[in-house]
C-alpha cells in the first residue's frame, strides 16, 4: 500500500464547476497536510495546508480533513481555465515539515 | 522578496560522472529540503538541513550527499551518477518547522 494515494486523473471539470480531488494516506499518526498544485513543466506552488479536522477555507479553495478516514480532500470552486494543473497531495508525521511525503498527483483538466 | 532560487536550470551528465546541484532558500527561511520527482512522479524526500547539519534523511543511498553553508544555502552532490537519476531536482525551503516553499528545479539528464 502506498504511503499517500491519489487518483492519477485525468479529472475533468467543466469551467465554472466544482473540481474535487481526493486523497487517502497510511500512517495514522499523519499530523499535517498539504495541497500543492504543479503545472507542466514548473515547481510545486503551495495552495493550502490543514492540520485539524473539518474544512479549512481560502478564496476558492476548501481543504477538508478527517484523520479517522485518514481522508484529505481539496475542492475548488468556480473552476478557471488557469487551475488545469497537477494536484500533489503531501502528509507529514509531525506538525511541521520535516519529510513530507507525496501522492503520485491528480491530473486536473478545466473544458472552458 | 526573492523566493527560492536553484542553479543550474538544466544540466546533462554522463553515467559515472558527479553532479553537484545549488540552492539559495527564499528570504529569512533557514531550513532547506532536498526532492527529486521523476517523470510522472511525485516528489521523494532526499535530506533535509537545518544549522548546517542534517535532519533527516529520506531512502537515497549514500551517493547523494549535502551540504548547507552559513548563510543557509545548500549543495546536493550526486557521485557516480546512474541513469536513474535522471529527475527534477527540487528545493525547497522554510523556516524550520513550516510551510515549504519549492525552488524552480534543476532538471538533471544522464545519458
Known amino acids: 500500500q502506498k504511503e499517500v494515494e491519489q487518483n492519477s486523473g485525468p479529472l475533468s471539470v467543466p469551467e465554472g464547476a466544482i473540481a474535487s480531488l481526493n486523497c487517502t494516506y497510511s500512517d495514522r499518526g499523519s499530523q499535517s497536510f498539504f495541497w500543492y498544485r504543479q503545472y507542466s513543466g514548473k515547481s510545486p506552488e503551495l495552495i493550502m495546508f490543514?492540520?485539524?479536522?473539518g474544512d479549512k477555507e481560502d478564496g476558492r479553495f476548501t481543504a477538508q480533513l478527517n484523520k479517522a478516514s485518514q481522508y484529505v480532500s481539496l475542492l475548488i470552486r468556480d473552476s478557471q481555465p488557469s487551475d488545469s494543473a497537477t494536484y500533489l497531495c503531501a502528509v507529514n508525521a509531525h506538525f511541521g515539515n520535516e519529510k513530507l511525503t507525496f501522492g503520485t498527483g491528480t491530473r486536473l483538466t478545466i473544458i472552458p | 522578496d526573492a523566493g527560492v532560487t536553484q542553479s543550474p536550470t538544466h544540466l546533462i551528465k554522463t553515467r559515472g560522472q558527479q553532479v553537484t546541484l545549488r540552492c539559495s532558500p527564499k528570504?529569512?527561511?533557514?531550513?532547506v529540503s532536498w526532492y527529486q520527482q521523476a517523470l510522472g512522479q511525485g516528489p521523494q524526500f532526499i535530506f533535509q538541513y537545518y544549522e548546517e547539519e542534517e535532519r533527516q534523511r529520506g531512502n537515497f543511498p549514500d551517493r547523494f550527499s549535502g551540504h548547507q553553508f552559513p548563510n543557509y544555502s545548500s549543495e546536493l552532490n550526486v557521485n557516480a551518477l546512474l541513469l536513474g537519476d535522471s529527475a527534477l531536482y527540487l528545493c525547497a525551503s522554510s523556516l524550520l518547522d513550516n510551510e515549504q516553499f519549492f525552488g524552480p528545479g534543476t532538471r538533471l539528464t544522464v545519458l
Open positions: 490543514i492540520y485539524s479536522n
Open positions: 528570504s529569512g527561511h533557514d531550513t
